[in-house]
């Protein structure tokens, strides 16, 4: 029986209000943020274009917070080292987005950053069992990537667990982040299928409440948990 890890909230920035960026993380930590997630799309990879380095850069200097970056671009090994010396701790590469998944993970952790690798819905566990000895986190897409504010997709909850499974055998010490469609609501289905690093953009960046107050509700949603 492998030790269950604290769970994390990690906030993605994407439906932020980014006329006040600062102002917003500062509200995300005061909420109790673990990581700022930053999800960066190249229209290629995914429909939609976010933003690149500039970004990870100015977000380093707002917070000491680690940095969890989602590469959702294709061929990410070319910019890999870019978004390391941005300041990132973490690079998260997609499977679908690389034929040399392995070659990426090892330069990621050749660079002294946390190596992750994620999984689109449709994509197979099995299509990463042979990287996962060598990651630090494996993110689980709960919806399509490529915007905010999209449903969970029910089935990716039995996904999760047999991820988790996997991971209990060929990397226990790594982290199983999942991401897409999580509220309070549901929060503790996926923790309790195994995840540990939660992301929660529309959940925490909305217009219904501060970042604080919704990081509080999710928190206690989490404490209800354990
Ligand atoms: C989807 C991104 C997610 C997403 C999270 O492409 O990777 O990080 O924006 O936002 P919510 O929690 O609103 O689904
Ligand atoms: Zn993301």
New binding site residues.
């Given amino acids: 029986m492998v030790e269950s890890k604290p769970v994390k909230l990690a906030p993605?920035i994407?439906?932020a209000d980014f006329g006040h960026l600062a102002d917003q993380i500062a509200a995300a930590e005061a909420g109790g943020a673990d990581l700022i997630?930053l999800?960066v799309?190249d229209g290629r990879f995914?429909p939609?274009i976010t933003f690149g380095t500039l970004i990870v850069h100015t977000m380093r200097q707002l917070t000491r917070l680690p940095l969890d970056v989602?590469l959702?671009i294709e061929e990410p090994e070319r910019y890999i080292a870019e978004f390391a010396e941005a300041g990132s701790d973490i690079i998260t590469v997609h499977a679908e987005a690389t034929p040399h998944l392995h070659r990426a993970v090892q330069q990621i952790t050749g660079l002294g950053r946390r190596a992750g690798i994620a999984l689109n819905p449709g994509t197979p566990n099995e299509a990463v069992r042979e990287v996962l000895p060598f990651v630090d986190q494996v993110l689980v897409?709960t919806?399509?990537?490529?915007?905010?504010?999209?449903r969970?997709i029910e089935t990716m909850t039995a996904k999760i667990r047999r991820m988790r499974k996997m991971m209990d055998e060929l990397c226990p010490l790594a982290d199983l982040q999942v991401?897409?469609?999580?509220?309070a609501g549901n929060i503790a289905d996926v923790i309790y299928a195994g995840a540990n690093v939660i992301?929660?953009?529309?959940?925490?960046f909305n217009k219904t409440a501060t970042p604080t107050e919704n990081l509080a509700q999710l928190r206690q949603a989490v404490a209800e948990t354990l």
Avoid: E, K
């Fill in positions: 993605s994407l439906t997630h999800d799309m995914v939609n989602h959702m897409m919806v399509n990537p490529g915007f905010g504010s999209q969970f991401d897409g469609g999580i509220y992301v929660v953009g529309s959940a925490v």
